[in-house]
């Protein structure tokens, strides 16, 4: 009988305040079960495998990352949205930086993950609509925002900038740059 209150849910919130605490290289099943209080197989009534909970972990970052940006965006359009985006973008980045170690980089390679990160590149593509970008263009223009996203973010948890200057000028830099080149 699975004990009281431990959910699918429940271990899934197990597995990612382990990764917020120490990464997702620590995520196992028998820190999920010492985080919960119960033996390692009895997750098994909860989850099937390692794999499968790094699964659902990942469909829930990458879930709360669409829905943060929606919730930024709503309501605005052109420049302003597109600054929405890209400020809640890196405040999730660097305010969970471990979850979003763990959001998978190959999302289609599981449908539900797949409909995730569907859901979070219609919020941006939404975005560029604003700019009467469409088709071809809005893929292309979706991933250079994506990139300048990803790659202020990642190089910043990981310490990548090390010069003096403040970074939350270097961001307001990197977000006015992209709304200026869109605003074209």
Request: hydrophobic residues 45%; negative net charge.
């Amino acid at each position: 009988m699975p004990r009281v209150g431990l959910s699918p849910d429940a271990v899934v919130d197990a597995a990612v305040a382990v990764i917020d605490a120490d990464g997702p290289d620590a995520l196992s099943l028998a820190a999920v079960a010492s985080r919960t209080g119960v033996a390692t197989p009895s997750l098994y009534k909860h989850v099937s495998s390692l794999d499968a909970l790094r699964t659902l972990v990942q469909l829930r970052v990458i879930t709360e990352l669409g829905d943060e940006l929606a919730r930024a965006v709503l309501g605005r359009s052109a420049d302003d949205a597109l600054r929405a985006l890209m400020n809640a973008y890196h405040g999730y980045a660097v305010t969970h930086p471990n979850r979003y170690a763990a959001l998978p980089q190959q999302p289609r390679s599981d449908p539900a993950l797949a409909r995730a990160g569907d859901r979070a590149i219609e919020v941006i593509l939404a975005v560029l609509r604003g700019y009467g970008l469409e088709g071809s263009a809005a893929i292309h223009a979706t991933r250079c925002v994506r990139a300048a996203m990803h790659g202020f973010a990642s190089l910043e948890i990981s310490g990548g900038f090390q010069l003096a200057e403040d970074l939350g000028e270097s961001h307001r830099l990197l977000v006015d740059t992209v709304v200026a080149g869109f605003g074209r």
